[in-house]
């Protein structure tokens, strides 16, 4: 989405009284707001914004994940075992309940709740990790 600057008719801020609730129509794809905004416009810059959000907890969640895994497959033994059931009680826990939990104690900010939700995440890429770490350690190389 980032190429909401062209793909926007209007800019996401532009007032328009004239075009106060305007139902859909050929120049306003989604109407507009009690203001007279572009609905439309609006949504593709939020759309930015929520994609690079996106994008940062996959690359937080993916690196740490990455690292804890391969970690276990090299280590192995009670370390392997002690971070694959954290991994587990991690996993059985709802997901929602444990971010928003998370971002409570961490605080009320932006980057708290991203953090919340890539910590959440972690065990997905944990497990990833640790089986392709095994499966290449087992491996027999020439």
């Given at each position: 989405?980032?190429?909401a600057?062209?793909?926007?008719?209007?800019?996401?801020?532009?007032?328009?009284?004239?075009?106060?609730l305007?139902?859909?129509s050929?120049?306003?794809?989604?109407g507009?707001?009690?203001?007279?905004?572009?609905?439309?416009?609006?949504?593709l810059?939020g759309?930015?914004?929520?994609?690079?959000?996106?994008?940062?907890i996959?690359?937080?969640?993916?690196f740490?994940?990455?690292?804890?895994g391969?970690l276990s497959g090299?280590?192995?033994?009670?370390?392997?075992t002690?971070i694959?059931?954290?991994?587990?009680?991690?996993?059985?826990?709802?997901?929602?309940?444990?971010?928003?939990?998370?971002?409570?104690?961490l605080?009320?900010?932006?980057f708290?709740?991203?953090?919340a939700v890539?910590?959440?995440?972690?065990?997905a890429?944990?497990?990833?990790?640790r089986g392709?770490?095994l499966?290449?350690?087992?491996?027999?190389?020439?």
């Amino acid at each position: 989405m980032m190429a909401a600057p062209l793909l926007a008719p209007y800019p996401p801020d532009n007032i328009s009284l004239a075009a106060r609730l305007a139902a859909p129509s050929p120049q306003h794809l989604f109407g507009t707001d009690e203001v007279g905004r572009d609905l439309f416009s609006r949504v593709l810059f939020g759309a930015r914004a929520s994609c690079g959000i996106a994008f940062a907890i996959v690359i937080i969640s993916t690196f740490i994940g990455s690292i804890i895994g391969c970690l276990s497959g090299v280590v192995g033994g009670i370390v392997d075992t002690a971070i694959m059931r954290l991994m587990d009680v991690f996993l059985a826990l709802p997901a929602l309940i444990l971010a928003m939990a998370l971002a409570a104690a961490l605080g009320p900010s932006l980057f708290n709740a991203m953090l919340a939700v890539a910590v959440v995440r972690v065990p997905a890429y944990v497990r990833l990790a640790r089986g392709q770490t095994l499966s290449l350690r087992n491996r027999t190389y020439v």
